[in-house]
């Protein structure tokens, strides 16, 4: 008796349900101890028009009701043998669910040929029929031709068991970073998906976060099995990661917040991680200075929560800080752009990572200071690392600065006379060796202040400084009248650290302003995001405060003019701003033609204002439209094509792979912007393109 | 010896290959034979024979002849000679008395009928258990061999030359079944009936009363009992199952269906519900002709229920029966039922709650009375060589220390004989191989830095999970060292993985093998073949599910069995198929090597046990008794005993050595999925599908503990290395462990109770509870503690 017809008036179908006792929960539960509890027998019997039906179905018409009647029974009896049996097998199986393999089992051991062809599914549909008077329950087998089989293309190979013990991690860390078996891969998907799902004002986000992601998962197919974040944390991971890298400073701010005080991200640890180092190796090819500063951002506020241990995680981290410090160019532009207050902030980060987590094992701390040692000793070094050298290396404390910096003093100074006083070789270098000695300055004097006994001679400054010595004599004169103050000045600096960050968006704002990142909504919509720059800026020089202290050193010679600039900017007239700044004037222009390009960008339509920020990318996007349309019309200029290439590279190229993919994925938004976009990422290194 | 060997071998292959399932006597547990058909394996009686040979004989004469079931007659009779003789006319003599009794009964001449039947009784002891070959001759050949094969099985071969084997034989002979020689007339009567021949067995249903009077019967007996006076309640209550399922079963086989309904939907109510499925396979019983073949009906028809009462209770029952007249009762008692008598108080509902539950009844007291070496074999002295020099450096001190508990656990045992523990060479074992010392040497060292567990101290759980499996895992065993993980599957394949770095390498071929320099120090590591290394092998050769692995103790052989009736021996050298042991015929599902190597054990849907050796294709010993499918199989610790849990509620320790049954154990109330012994070889803890865990002393024979706290079937259980813990595993993905010193602590070991048999069980299991710990949607399929004293679990995801 096949499956194939069974009728039924009294008892709906043959469920084996009502005729073995299946693990329908009572079943399997019901053999506890509970007395409460009463079999409930069911004494279902197959209807007798079943047998009528199967007979008609072999060709037999007439049929005695008495011998329906007695096969019913003996059917229903079998029926219900089979199915104890097959319940022994499902048992044994260790299964909760009867499978039809299991029938086949206790057919077999009735010594009856099993059912082929039931396996397939996992449950057989009973459908119903009516007419005539008689209900009808059946299978319905569907004929099927054989040649679409044979033509459809082989479903996927089904993945081979495999086996998954925690241990098995364990073995890995021992060889390899703990980390690099866990983020990635899994959440790849997912988040890729609800980026894509997100509201378009995510969008900046979306795409920053899927570089490190997609570049640091080199798609290897694992079991989904490992450490799967849970739906509200994956969510928390996305947000805080666009957050981080998005345009919105307050966003940004309460995201870092988060990170920095949140009890329980250390599940996200090693996403975090990963997140940073791919996202410092991406953006340092990329040259996007914004995106480094975030990234550094967020590692503060790792470091800054409690309640993480990060030593696992640090082997990771170091390298990123490392790279923000040293890396020869940081920055599309370094004549203009402010990288070295990156730097500044990456070697306090370094100071503090090695102040917490150098131990004598890991000599974190001797190799950090060997690294930078040979960087800066090596004479071939360019001004850019030399300067993240040096101040690395300060971090780290007045006894380094005293055993590494100050013997190498002499010498650094006739370097940088060379350059200063030597002719006019490159903008780049004097601007380098302008930086290396104010912070020389900065860093040694207060040291030097204490070594030394009070009367300050310049020539023995000079004697045993060469040609820093003067400056240096002033410097620490000033040092030791401020001694007092000084202490309160470095410890607040330290705490403020809050406070670069903003010097930091704004030594950029001033320069970069029309294209760097950060800003890079500026170009269009300069007024918003600049404007509350500069007004946090503008506060700022006033203020005699410890904030202050870093700013100057770091734009020292040309402190005024930057401050000047960011006001003239505040003012807003970009010409105006332009004209104002004396020694960056040079550069000033080349802002400029920036600030054209991304506006260019901007002059094609009307419409301009989505388009404007599609092509400023990921980055804008959303906010940027009224305003962006105000700027972009004064400086627009015609050609829309060639400007996206230089302007927004820097942001194409900080959104990355994350913008190669955005582009592919979605390019429709912005019409011609876009596609400019997505041709960029190959040509992001050259800035003066232009017109 | 030879020739008792060869004996029984042939009758094995001599069984007919009748249909399997229509003529399955599922009665003891032999059916296997019958059921075996076609194939030339050795069916029931292949126990005696097996017997016979015991462990130590080599060959069992070759090829297996084709003689007659007959033959193996002769030993049988040969062996309870006294008894025999008389007995040959008995089968007539005893169908006269029935017939008369009979008469006697519908006259209502009670007193005659009493008399007779005492009379009768006596002759039957005097009978004893040959009246079952001699009944058996009645019957046919092949009753009789079947028969003869329990008789051998259960008690040591008769006839068997080992002379410590035959002295015990000729009592237990005797009694000619595996209860024992505890009540030699019933166990007879037992065996009369214990013939495959469906109508000879329900033969005895035929004196029928009214039929409509069963539920006024019935009814009438649970008036009584309700109203009788508390303390005999819940004794009496016990015969209301046994009584209901043979007035059901005298409906039905007398043709009256309707009022077998009836009485079905009257009175299945009352039922305790641990017995519904057993109900639930009656209720679909509703003609004669489906008794035929029908295995749970056979159990009941074929063994007695057995029921624990007070004298008092048993004299009430019996005065409210001869005052009612209520023969009907009162036969079913006489005939189906075997009361276990004992004087003193009645117990009480929660002591009979706890032993009740198995098909059968309870076990009877005398059951379990035979000596058990529960202890440890002493282990072989291995000089440990001290050379580890960072050891030595950095516990100069530790050591001493450390040597002490160990010389509590391990060494005490191995310095003086335990008192318990059987002879050193009782069960001949294999001989240490060198590589057997080295691993023994590093079990010691690992021992060292053993973990203890305890209350305070809980083992971390480390927890493999099998991904993709498709709800097709089946079987999981881990080495003792932790090293390997063998999963059986539902497709037919055995895998195996390696957990540690170490890749699984198989041998070279042949050809390479002869070039290898066979002088050097490292040949070991030249013969592997560095190509075939990877973390998982493959091994096919089944052809249904498999549903037991057990790697050999020296990790050089790996025994699967499967659903295709066949155990299969492979190498872990080449990963291949070694052997195939055929002789289950029906699903295998169990089976687990000795702690020693060598032997190893598996039971399955025919319902018996196997004792084999690897180096014999056919099984050493069988163990029938067991009423329904042997589940789940284990080694004692000392090799000397097996232990198995079956579906039909009861769990069984065997004796290797003779192939009694030494232990029944009941109280569970459903199939039992898990057992396993505690280290020091006193302690059983058995896991069923009603997720509970019982916990049994072998020693006195008592159950010790009961562990609730499960929601589903206990699919794994394992003590921790010392014993402190036992870990229990689910198929309600929850691993428990409990506290096992504790449970074992205040062991109620006084005389009374172990006289008795009255168990009073602490109430709270919940204390023992140390801990439970869920997986998502992972049922654990098994439990390991590796030498240190973590948990490795395992099991295969299944989403829901």
């Known amino acids: 008796m096949t499956a194939s017809c069974i009728s039924g008036s009294r008892h709906r179908g043959l469920h084996l349900s009502a005729l073995g006792h299946l693990p329908s929960g009572e079943g399997r539960r019901g053999s506890r101890m509970a007395e409460e509890k009463k079999l409930k027998l069911s004494n279902t019997v197959l209807p007798s028009e079943s047998m009528k039906v199967v007979a008609e179905s072999m060709g037999i018409a007439q049929i005695q009701e008495e011998t329906c009647q007695l096969l019913t029974d003996e059917v229903s009896y079998r029926i219900k043998e089979i199915a104890q049996d097959a319940l022994k097998f499902m048992h044994m199986g260790k299964r909760q669910k009867l499978t039809t393999s299991d029938i086949d089992y206790a057919l077999k051991l009735k010594n009856v040929e099993p059912l082929y062809g039931f396996h397939a599914q996992e449950f057989i549909p009973f459908r119903f029929a009516s007419g005539g008077g008689r209900e009808l329950y059946f299978y319905e087998e569907k004929e099927v031709d054989l040649s679409d089989i044979i033509n459809t293309p082989l479903p996927r190979v089904p993945l081979d068991v495999c086996l998954k013990a925690p241990k098995e991690q364990q073995k890995a860390e021992a060889t390899e970073p703990l980390k690099s078996a866990k983020p990635g891969q899994e959440e790849d998907g997912p988040l890729k998906g609800k980026g894509q799902g997100a509201t378009p004002a995510d969008g900046k986000g979306k795409e920053k976060k899927a570089p490190p992601l997609l570049e640091g998962a080199p798609l290897r197919l694992k079991p989904r099995s490992i450490h799967e974040l849970s739906v509200e944390q994956q969510l928390y991971y996305k947000e805080i990661t666009e957050a981080c890298v998005g345009s919105c400073e307050a966003k940004r701010a309460e995201a870092l917040q988060s990170i920095a005080t949140d009890p329980g991200l250390y599940q996200m640890l090693p996403r975090f991680s990963t997140f940073i180092s791919e996202g410092v190796r991406v953006n340092v090819v990329q040259n996007n200075l914004a995106l480094l500063i975030y990234l550094m951002r967020m590692v503060k506020a790792l470091m800054d929560n409690p309640t993480l241990y990060l030593e696992k995680y640090v082997h990771e981290l170091i390298p990123a800080v490392m790279t923000c410090i040293v890396s020869r160019q940081l920055c599309l532009r370094p004549d203009v752009d402010n990288h070295w207050a990156l730097r500044d902030f990456a070697a306090r980060l370094v100071a503090q990572i090695c102040k917490h987590f150098s131990t004598t094992t890991n000599n974190i701390q001797s190799r950090i200071t060997k690294t930078f040692t040979k960087s800066w000793v090596d004479e071939k070094t360019p001004w850019t690392t030399r300067y993240g050298s040096i101040a690395g290396l300060a971090e780290l404390g007045h006894d380094v600065i005293k055993t590494l910096i100050l013997p190498r003093l002499q010498q650094e100074g006739e370097r940088i006379r060379g350059v200063l006083d030597g002719p006019v070789l490159s903008n780049i270098d004097r601007i380098g060796a302008d930086h290396v000695q104010s912070l020389l300055l900065k860093h040694c004097a207060p040291v030097l202040a204490k070594l030394r006994p009070p009367p300050d001679n310049q020539d023995a400054y000079r004697a045993e400084f060469g040609s820093l010595g003067p400056l240096l004599c002033s410097h620490v004169v000033k040092a030791r009248a401020q001694a007092a103050l000084q202490a309160q000045q470095v410890n607040r600096t330290t705490l403020t650290i809050t406070q670069p960050r903003p010097t930091l968006t704004l030594s950029q704002a001033p320069q970069p302003g029309p294209r760097t990142p950060g800003l890079l909504k500026v170009p269009g919509s300069i007024a918003l995001p600049v404007q509350t720059l500069v007004s946090a800026r503008a506060a700022a020089p006033p203020q005699p405060s410890p904030p202050p202290t870093k700013f100057i050193v770091m734009s020292s010679s040309s402190s005024a003019s930057s401050t000047q600039q960011v006001l003239s900017l505040s003012t807003s007239a970009p010409g105006s701003g332009s004209t104002t700044t004396s020694p960056v004037t040079t550069t000033v222009p080349s802002v400029q033609p920036i600030v054209k390009l991304v506006s260019t960008a901007t002059s094609a339509p009307p419409s301009t204002a989505p388009s404007g920020p599609g092509s400023v990318q990921k980055y804008i996007v959303v906010s940027l439209p009224p305003t962006g349309e105000g700027k972009g019309g004064p400086t627009s200029h015609p050609s829309p094509a060639p400007p996206p290439t230089s302007a927004p590279s820097p942001l194409g190229v900080s959104a990355l792979c994350g913008g190669k993919l955005e582009a592919g994925e979605s390019p429709p938004p912005a019409p011609g912007t876009p596609k400019a976009n997505g041709s960029q990422p190959p040509g992001c290194g050259s800035p003066p393109p232009a017109p | ?800």
């Open chain 2, 1 to 800: 010896m030879a020739a008792l060997a060869e004996e029984q071998t042939e009758v094995a292959v001599k069984l007919e290959p009748e249909g399997p399932p229509t003529l399955l006597p599922p009665q003891t547990g032999d059916s296997a034979g019958e059921g075996g058909g076609g194939t030339t394996n050795n069916g029931p009686n292949g126990g005696g024979g097996n017997v016979a040979a015991s462990s130590s004989a080599g060959g069992d004469g070759g090829t297996p002849k084709p003689s007659v079931a007959v033959s193996a007659v002769a030993p049988a009779g040969a062996a309870p000679v006294p008894a025999a003789a008389p007995e040959a006319g008995a089968p007539h003599d005893r169908q006269t008395l029935l017939a008369v009794l009979q008469f006697l009964r519908q006259s209502n001449l009670r007193e005659a009928e009493e008399a007779l039947r005492r009379e009768a009784r006596l002759l039957e002891e005097a009978v004893a258990g040959s009246g079952a070959p001699g009944e058996a001759d009645g019957a046919g050949a092949e009753t009789a061999s079947a028969l003869l094969s329990r008789v051998t099985a259960s008690a040591p071969g008769p006839a068997a030359p080992d002379p410590p084997v035959s002295g015990a034989s000729g009592s237990a002979a005797v009694s000619g079944l595996a209860t024992g020689p505890a009540a030699p007339g019933k166990v007879g009567s037992v065996a009369v009936e214990d013939q495959p021949d469906v109508s000879a067995v329900l033969s005895a249903y035929n004196q029928q009363g009214d039929p409509t009077m069963y539920e006024e019967y019935y009814s009438g007996l649970k008036h009584f009992i309700e109203c009788s006076l508390d303390c005999h309640r819940a004794e009496l209550s016990q015969l209301f199952y046994p009584l209901f399922v043979h007035m059901y079963l005298e409906l039905v086989y007398n043709q009256h269906e309707n009022e077998a309904k009836s009485f079905f939907e009257k009175f299945h109510g009352d039922q305790e519900c641990y017995y519904q499925d057993d109900l639930r396979v009656l209720s679909s019983l509703t003609k004669k002709e489906h008794m035929k073949g029908n295995e749970t009906m056979l159990d009941f028809r074929t063994s007695k229920f057995v029921l624990r009462i007070s004298r008092d209770s048993y004299q009430l029952l019996k005065r409210h029966l001869q005052e009612k007249q209520n023969n009907q009762i009162w036969n079913i008692v006489q005939e189906h039922l075997y009361i276990d008598i004992f004087d003193g108080m009645p117990r009480s509902k929660q002591q009979i709650d706890a032993m009740v539950g198995s098909l059968a009844g309870e076990a009877k007291r005398e059951a379990n009375k035979s000596k058990v070496f529960f202890g440890l074999l002493k282990e072989p002295e291995i000089e440990v060589p001290l050379d580890d020099e960072d050891e030595e450096g950095e516990n100069e001190e530790g050591k001493p220390k450390k040597k002490k508990p160990k010389k509590d656990s391990i060494g005490s045992k191995s310095k003086k004989q335990d008192p318990n523990a059987p002879p050193q060479n009782r069960i001949p074992l294999p001989e240490l191989k060198d590589s057997d010392k080295l691993d023994k040497i590093m079990n010691m060292k690992e021992t060292t830095k053993r973990v203890r567990l305890g209350p305070d101290c809980l083992p971390s759980i480390c927890f493999y999970t099998f991904l993709n499996a498709y709800q097709g895992l089946t079987a999981v065993d881990v080495t003792d060292d932790s090293s390997l993980i063998a999963g059986g599957f539902a497709d037919s394949t055995v895998r195996v993985w390696s957990v540690t770095p170490k890749k699984l390498r198989s041998v070279k071929q042949a050809a390479d093998l002869s070039l290898i320099d066979k002088e050097s120090d490292d040949v070991l590591e030249r013969i592997m073949d560095e190509k075939t290394a990877s973390e998982l092998k493959i091994l096919y050769g089944h052809s249904g599910p498999v549903y037991g692995a057990s790697f050999s103790p020296d990790r050089n052989y790996l025994l699967s069995s499967s659903e295709d009736g066949t155990v299969r021996l492979w190498s872990l050298q080449t990963f291949t198929c070694l052997v195939g042991y055929k002789g289950h015929n029906y699903p295998v599902w169990d089976t687990q090597f000795s702690p020693y190597g060598y032997y190893f054990v598996s039971g399955g849907h025919d319902r018996v046990a196997r004792l084999w050796a690897t180096d014999h294709y056919q099984p050493l010993r069988i163990f029938a008794g067991h009423l329904a499918d042997v589940n789940c199989t284990r080694f004692h610790p000392n090799s000397n005993y097996v232990a198995t849990g079956s579906a039909d509620r009861t769990v069984r320790l065997w004796d290797v050595l003779n192939g009694n049954c030494v232990r029944i154990f009941t109280g569970h109330k459903g199939p039992i999925h898990s057992l396993t012994f505690s280290p020091n070889g006193r302690f059983l803890a058995t896991g069923a599908t009603d997720g509970r865990v019982l916990l049994w002393d072998i020693g006195h024979g008592l159950m010790v503990g009961e562990l609730k706290g499960h929601s589903d079937t206990v699919c794994s259980l394992r003590f921790s290395r010392d014993g402190e813990i036992l870990a229990s595993g689910s198929m309600d993905n929850t691993v428990r462990l409990w506290d096992a010193i504790k449970a074992f602590e205040d062991l109620e070991t006084d005389d009374f109770t172990t006289a008795t048999g009255h168990i009073n069980l602490p109430e709270n299991s919940q204390e023992l509870l140390l801990g439970t710990y869920m997986t998502k949607s992972t049922p654990v399929v098994h439990l390991h503690f590796t030498r240190r004293n973590l948990v490795l679990a395992a099991g295969a995801y299944s989403p829901q």
